[in-house]
C-alpha cells in the first residue's frame, strides 16, 4: 500500500478505517501482475463537493458528479475512489485490462473484494455510473445498522472532528 492510499485511508471516518486497509491490502494481494491499488480519493470536504458539482454546469467539461456538497458519502468520510498505479508509476482506470493475466480484469478483482466486505461499487449505479467509486453499505450505529446514505448521514450528530458519530 502507498503512501499516498495510507494518507487518504486516515482521513476517513475512523471506524471504517481499518477495514479499508484491509480491502486495500486483499485487492494488492489478489493482483499478482504490475498493478496494485491507490485510493485516488476519500473524505471530500462540502467545499470540494460543490466545486466538483460545477464541473459540467458552470464550464463546458463533462458532469462528474450529481451530488451537492452534503448529498455525496465521500463528505461523511465513507467512500473512496480508487486507480490501478501500474508499476508504481502511472494510473489506470482500465476496467478490461488484466495486468497479472489471470483471466479476470483486475478492476473486476477489486470489485469483488469491496463487495465481500460490504460495500457499493458505482459501476452497478443505474443512471450515473461511477466506476472508481466504493461506498460503505451500511453504518454501524448504537441502535444497529443505518443504511448509508445522504439524506440519513446529514441528519447525524458530529464530534469535535466532524465525524458523524454512531
Known amino acids: ?5 495510507l494518507e ?10 481499518e477495514e479499508v486497509k484491509q480491502i486495500i491490502k486483499e485487492c494488492d494481494e489478489a493482483l499478482t501482475g ?3 491499488v491507490r485510493i485516488t480519493q476519500g473524505l471530500r470536504s462540502f467545499e470540494e463537493q460543490e466545486k466538483l458539482y460545477a464541473i459540467g ?7 462528474v458528479t450529481n451530488a451537492k456538497a452534503g448529498q455525496s458519502i465521500h463528505n461523511y468520510g465513507l467512500a473512496v475512489d480508487i486507480c490501478l498505479m501500474i508499476d508504481g508509476k502511472s ?6 485490462k488484466d495486468w497479472d493475466n489471470d483471466g479476470v480484469a483486475d478492476w473486476y478483482e477489486c470489485v ?9 461499487w458505482g459501476g452497478n449505479w443505474k443512471t450515473f455510473k461511477d ?18 446514505n445522504w439524506r440519513t ?6 464530534d469535535k472532528a466532524g465525524y458523524i458519530v454512531n
Open 1 to 5: 500500500m502507498d503512501k499516498v492510499t
Open 8 to 17: 487518504r485511508i486516515e482521513k476517513l471516518h475512523p471506524l471504517v478505517r
Open 34 to 36: 504490475r498493478a496494485k
Open 57 to 63: 454546469r458552470l464550464t463546458t467539461a463533462k458532469k
Open 91 to 96: 494510473a489506470s482506470w482500465d476496467t478490461a
Open 112 to 120: 469483488k473484494i469491496f463487495a465481500k466486505h460490504g460495500w457499493d
Open 131 to 148: 466506476l472508481p467509486h466504493f461506498e460503505k453499505k451500511n453504518f454501524p450505529t448504537k441502535k444497529g445498522l443505518v443504511k448509508t
Open 153 to 158: 448521514l446529514s441528519k447525524m450528530a458530529r
